[in-house]
Nanobody
């Protein structure tokens, strides 16, 4: 059974940094897209960043220049370095993997940015 477990969320002041990590277990992904999404209270879940097996990345416009996604395919992990955090970054952050036509989600980790 595939499991994605996020860690690294918490409370931080505006301007601060956090690093989220996601570890996948239960399988070793081949060609895949790993990513992070977030959902603020009362809003839809939206893309934050993705990274392919070859290292190609995409970012939401709102986080470009502040967030960096990285992955270690050998360890089945994907990280999100978040700098210059803003109160509007407050959300539950979800790890996501798309592989072989399937989609996997973690349970999420809460990031709260205080002003």
């Amino acid at each position: 059974q595939v499991q994605l477990v996020e860690s690294g969320g918490g409370l931080v002041q505006a301007g601060g940094s956090l690093r989220l990590s996601c570890a996948a277990s239960g399988t070793r992904f081949g060609p895949s897209v790993m990513g992070w999404y977030r959902q603020a209270p009362g809003l839809e879940r939206n893309l934050v960043a993705t990274i392919t097996t070859s290292g190609s990345t995409t970012y939401a416009d709102s986080v470009k220049g502040r967030f960096t996604i990285s992955r270690d395919s050998a360890k089945n992990t994907v990280d999100l370095q978040m700098n210059s955090l803003k109160p509007e970054d407050t959300a539950v952050y979800y790890c996501n993997v798309r592989a072989y036509g399937l989609v996997y989600w973690g349970k999420g980790t809460l990031v709260t940015v205080s002003s």
